[in-house]
DNA sequence: CTTAGTGCAAAAGATTTGCACTTGT
DNA sequence: ACAAGTGCAAATCTTTTGCACTAAG
């Protein structure tokens, strides 16, 4: 989907919720599609505040719950500390591998192991309506260097 | 494991680590392993209280992190809000399933899981270290009520 | 105009830390 | 004795909220 397409999904969005659509909503919005990797609330901030100074971290918090409630934004808690915002396109779900050297993040999907955790719900006698599979581990560059590392997450870009 | 080899293990790794065997800790990993579901600090600090009232949830804390480092204890992380520790025995890993209406925990593995999560990693080019699979839903007894529910997790029991 | 939005400061909630006092060894 | 532990209060850190002011429809 086109930022210009999401863009006018989320003024349709904040319109049939009988919202404004704020210069700084317009902002935050356009700043947060234009990213094309998980970003921090925090970092999001940074990027619209040199854009326009005036703006807040609480508004772009405030955003960020909007863009959710529209179904274009997901929010991730990786380890621990603060969460990480990705755009919520129509793709299907996928999950996550972490390099717990350089913070980099790989999506994937894998209906194999969807179909073995419905499996294993439904013998529990669960009915699953959302899950979460995240996989952490060294890159092949972080093993390459093989400096040591902590095993504590530093994400190296938007955090 | 029985209740009273993990306290000794305990006690080795404190005297290993050149700490020492206070009553606080003592009654604590008992209180802790005395439990056999997930449990937050604060909760497992209400039990100890019971049993002296001068005992800090402070101390809580410190004893869980050294339960963790002696391999005792893990730290789970389920939705938001506080942690819960579980007993880490000798067992293998094992993967969560918890019910979004009545916070009921459930734990399972998989081994078709487990080998299919090393094939797409290594595909990515990583190496695991660990990961998370965590699947929420609704047992067998919160889809019978059937009473809505809010999507939110509320934990009946240690929480 | 009238309702919603914004930014600041302050609150919240979980966990950690500084510090003076206490306790194992 | 002496290093380590404890409990309290205060600090952290991320996210949320109250409120007086501002701006969109």
Redesign the interface.
Known sequence: MAMQKKQQNFRQHLVRSGLKATRQRELIARAFFATNTHISAEALYRRVSGRDRRIGLVTVYRTLKLLKEAGLAHER?FG?GRALFEHASSERHHDH?I??HCGKI?E?E?C??EA??EE??RK?????????????????EC?ADASGGT?RIRVVGAR
């Open positions: 808690q621990e591998m390099c717990t790989v994937f894998n194999e192991i073995l955790q294993v719900a529990l006698g669960f009915t699953i309506q959302y899950h979460k599979l995240e996989l952490y581990g060294r890159c092949k093993r095993g």
